[in-house]
């Protein structure tokens, strides 16, 4: 069965700070890792990894995948206000049941001003 | 505009009732998803449909049947719903199983 696991559970900074949010895995036959932003409604779509050690960018957020150690990591600098959120990690594989994305347990962040 | 939108937001009903959730997506999807998040924000997989096949996860009871009238919907059925069946329902859809995008949620409650 699939997993995943995401460090630390919930994170508490400032805002100006910079922010490292952790996910490993375990999944058979590894299709893709997903970063996903969820604050009151439906998660929306951050990141897409496929292959190792090339870092996808937005604005103020980055995330990279490590394949051979199974883990990829969320970088938010200069946070603000708006990035506090719960930060999900997914993966694709055929692990997972029904085919669908196996979810980690998120990282709640919560920026304070 | 919306590109996945589920029917109702909310859903407040009583322990043995059956009831049913919309979704539809606009963006030509090949394959749609059925989530469950409970109280603790986990989400976890029920279902996905691609192309009339019906992929269930193993955990998800039979009292909760996905049906599909065309690709463009995936609606979920639940019988005799229970007091652990209250949660967040999402749907989602991808196309070739790559990035899912997921729709706003059917908070329902069970009393």
């Known amino acids: 069965e699939d997993k995943v696991v995401q460090s630390p559970l919930s994170l508490v900074v400032h805002e100006g700070d910079t922010v490292t949010l952790n996910c490993s895995y375990e999944v058979t036959n590894f299709r893709s890792l997903l970063w996903y932003k969820q604050e009151k409604k439906a998660p929306t779509f951050l990141f897409m990894l496929?292959?190792?050690?090339i870092e996808k960018k937005s604005g103020r957020l980055s995330s990279i995948l490590d394949k051979k150690e199974l883990f990829s990591i969320l970088n938010i600098t200069a946070t603000q206000t708006g990035d506090s959120a719960i930060y999900l990690c997914?993966?694709?594989?055929?692990?997972?049941?029904?085919?669908?994305?196996?979810f980690g347990k998120g990282t709640h962040l919560i920026i304070q001003p | 505009d919306t590109a996945v939108s589920q029917t109702p937001k909310y859903l407040v009903t009583q322990m043995g009732n059956d009831k049913s959730i919309k979704c539809e997506q606009n963006l030509g999807h090949d394959t749609m998803y059925w989530y469950k998040q409970d109280s603790k924000k986990f989400l976890k997989i029920m279902f996905s449909?691609?192309?009339?096949?019906?992929?269930i996860n193993e955990t998800v009871p039979n009292r909760f049947s996905p049906k599909s009238p065309d690709k463009a919907h995936l609606n979920l059925h639940i019988n005799s719903l229970e007091l652990g069946d209250s949660a967040v329902y999402f749907c989602?859809?991808?196309?070739?199983?790559?990035?899912?995008?997921f729709g706003p949620g059917t908070r329902l409650t069970v009393l």
């Open positions: 997914a993966v694709v594989g055929t692990g997972g049941g029904a085919d669908g994305l196996t």
């Open positions: 496929t292959s190792s050690g």
């Open positions: 989602a859809s991808s196309h070739a199983g790559l990035v899912q995008f």
């Open positions: 449909y691609n192309n009339k096949e019906l992929i």
